[in-house]
């Protein structure tokens, strides 16, 4: 799979039905071409990849019949994205995969939300500060996608700062790239013992149980860490670590530096649901992301409650 490079007009011939009044730049999208296209009523992306001609790709009726397994993840996570229907996880427009040949290129496509914004390890990186509102919305909105995601068995396995949006102008943050999400009823690309996901950011379960024994505690364990990040600007599971290996002993074994102690004046409410996500045994975080909406609506009115009594 790589990354093919496109110019306007090739855009413009690809989608010739699409009514298209302008493209702009193509963006880095790590294994693929994303191009923002603009059209009378709508804005939003095309992503691209290009495969050599030996592979064989089939659709339609046979639609199942994928020997690539780059193109069976890339139409796992368009099928993942399009059954999500959630406003906090990115929507494609078709839970189809579009395959063209183009000037002896073999292009495989779909067309996915623009969404508005700028993903929070960039604003971490610009040194934005979170308000309390923000991060308890963050709480809320990625809960919320954990949620619509494990209504459908699904799994993201890859929640971290790059992967989340910040949409200023709706108020609200959207998770995207399911690209190594695992559906549990689906088959699995991966090796037996691959470690899939991002390395700093993994669950306890997620680098010493099978992946079938995984579920949606593992992603909220991601969001704790997403959390303990934007409130104390450091990874809870750095200590004294130097190397991958070790931060993911201290993901084991070490446990964090209380949030409270890094920051005494944060809401203790909060706090104490940071805490529990960050708990290393799975049993101990959440039953249900209903239970974590309750407590963070408890934990809400308890700061509403004290700023109101000062």
């Known amino acids: 799979m790589s990354v093919p490079y496109l110019t306007k007009d090739d855009v413009i011939a690809i989608l010739r039905d ?3 009044i302008d493209v702009e730049p193509q963006i880095n999208g790590g294994q693929k071409a994303v191009i923002p296209i603009i059209t009378e009523n709508n804005k939003y992306l095309a992503k691209f990849i290009e495969l050599p001609s030996t592979t064989f790709c089939t659709f339609g009726d046979d ?5 690539d397994v780059s193109l069976g993840r890339l139409k796992r996570e368009i099928e993942i994205l399009y059954k999500s229907n959630c406003e906090n996880v990115v929507k494609v427009f078709s839970n189809k ?3 063209i040949k183009y000037n ?5 496509y779909y067309t996915e939300e623009y969404v508005d914004g700028t993903d929070v ?3 971490l990186e610009d040194k934005y500060s979170f308000s309390i509102d923000e991060i308890f919305n963050f709480a809320y909105c990625i809960n919320n996608a954990i949620s619509c995601l494990w209504a459908n068995k699904i799994i993201h396995r890859d929640i971290k700062p790059q992967n989340v949006i910040y949409d200023k102008n709706h108020n609200r943050f959207v998770l995207i790239d399911p690209g190594v999400a695992f559906d549990l009823e689906d088959i699995s690309y991966t090796q037996t013992g691959q470690l899939v996901g991002t390395p700093i ?3 306890p379960e997620q680098l010493h149980s099978k992946k079938r024994e995984l579920d949606f505690r593992s992603d909220h364990f991601l969001l704790g860490i997403c959390l303990y990040f934007m409130v104390t600007r450091t990874h809870p599971f750095f200590i004294n670590a130097k190397s991958i290996p070790e931060v993911h ?3 084991i074994n070490t446990k964090h530096r209380p949030v409270l102690d890094c ?4 809401p203790s409410g909060l706090s104490r649901i940071i805490d529990r996500l960050l708990s290393k045994e799975p049993f101990k975080r959440y039953r249900t992301p209903d239970l974590l909406n309750e407590d963070l609506k408890k934990a809400q009115g308890e700061y509403y409650g004290s700023i109101h009594t000062t």
């Open 121 to 123: 390890n960039k604003l």
């Open 201 to 203: 950011y993994m669950s």
């Open 97 to 99: 995969l579009n395959y």
């Open 18 to 20: 699409e009514n298209i």
């Open 263 to 266: 920051n005494p004046d944060f």
């Open 63 to 67: 639609s199942e019949n994928i020997e």
């Open 104 to 108: 002896n290129h073999n292009l495989y």
């Open 249 to 251: 002993y201290n993901i």
